[in-house]
């Protein structure tokens, strides 16, 4: 399985950037796609999930201004992000949770992680 994270770059404070992330490989279903960041000496946070019900749920220094979404087949999430702040400076990393086949227990997978710079 491989998770394959782009779209990030450098943006102005308030503007926005939208990052993508794809599963592939072996998939039998995903539970759930995330999105964590981190910045150096810090712990990676959550900033936001979506499971395969279609419920989302954000962290509170995000909610209002970015927004988790996947394609049909739950293979993508995407992460549109407005109203960016210096502060959302970090590298972004996608997780999943997912099984590889009917039998399989559910594991986690990262993906790369993808740089967001917000200059103020």
């Known amino acids: 399985v491989q998770l394959q994270a782009s779209g990030g770059g450098m943006v102005q404070a308030g503007g926005s950037l939208r990052l993508s992330c794809k599963a592939s490989?072996?998939?039998?279903?995903?539970?759930?796609m995330s999105w964590y960041r981190q910045t150096p000496g810090k712990q990676r946070e959550l900033v936001a999930t979506?499971?395969?019900?279609?419920?989302?749920s954000y962290s509170d220094s995000v909610k209002g201004r970015f927004t988790i979404s996947s394609n049909n087949a739950k293979t993508t999430v995407y992460l549109q992000m407005d109203s960016l702040k210096p502060e959302d400076t970090a590298v972004y990393f996608c997780?999943?949770?997912?099984?590889?086949?009917?039998?399989?227990?559910?594991?986690?997978?990262w993906g790369q992680g993808t740089q967001v710079t917000v200059s103020s």
């Open positions: 979506t499971k395969n019900d279609g419920t989302t």
């Open positions: 997780y999943s949770i997912l099984k590889t086949d009917w039998e399989s227990m559910l594991r986690g997978y």
């Open positions: 490989g072996t998939i039998f279903a995903i539970a759930t």
